[in-house]
Each structure stands twice: as C-alpha cells, then as structure tokens.
C-alpha cells in the first residue's frame, strides 16, 4: 500500500509559477517510478512529467521547457520519497487537477499506479 499526499496547488496568473509537492509513504519498495498526471474539465487524464529511481525523467511535450519535475529518495529506507513539480510560464491550458502518481514503471503509471487525491491548479487572469 502506498500514500500519496499531494501539495502547492492553487491560483496562478499566465506566466506565473507554482510548485507542486507529493510525499509519497508505504511500500515504497515495488515502486520505481512517480509522476504527476493531471485531468482538465471534460478532458481525459493526461500524463505530465515522471522521473525513476534511477534517474530517468519523461515529460509531455505541452511542458517541455516550463516544467522541471525532481525528486528526493529516502537512501536508506526506500520509505518515504517526495517529488516535486515546479511549473514556470503557467498557461491557461495548464489549469487542471494535478494527481501524484506512484508505480513499477512509468509505463504502467497509469492502469496499475497508486494515485493521490489531486490538487487543483487553476491558471487565470
């Protein structure tokens, strides 16, 4: 069982920045990749940025450039990581719930992951 408890939502004017936080706790071991998705109203969840265990980093191309997602293992105990999801040169397009997601790998991120309960990030003037 894995927790994901996201944070750093909230409102943002175009061009503005925000950083989400998501403290990810549990049975950390079976879990190599986290990531953020996010689902627009009336849109389907849309995969956002993911980074691995081992260094590997993935974003979609809406971001690329604005974006920066990275993350801090727990070394010793795998127990607790956190990742995190700096948003810079937000767009109106970018206003979504965004969900911390765990999983094996960022492939498998969306069927079989472990999700939080999202944080709204709204981008207006």
């Known amino acids: 069982q894995v927790e994901l408890v996201e944070s750093g939502g909230g409102l943002a004017q175009p061009g503005g920045s925000l950083r989400l936080s998501c403290v990810a706790s549990?049975?950390?071991?079976?879990?190599?990749?986290l990531g953020w998705y996010r689902q627009a109203p009336g849109k389907q969840r849309e995969f956002v940025a993911a980074?691995?265990?081992?260094?590997?980093?993935?974003?979609?191309?809406?971001v690329k450039g604005r974006f920066t997602i990275s993350r801090d293992n727990a070394e010793d105990t795998h127990a607790v990581d956190t990742v995190y999801l700096q948003m810079n040169d937000l767009k109106p397009e970018d206003t979504a719930v965004y969900y911390c997601?765990?999983?094996?790998?960022?492939?498998?991120?969306?069927?079989?992951?472990?999700w939080g309960e999202g944080t709204q990030v709204i981008v207006s003037s």
């Open positions: 997601v765990a999983a094996f790998t960022i492939a498998t991120m969306l069927d079989s992951g472990s």
């Open positions: 549990g049975s950390m071991f079976s879990i190599n990749a």
């Open positions: 980074t691995t265990r081992t260094g590997g980093i993935q974003y979609t191309d809406s």
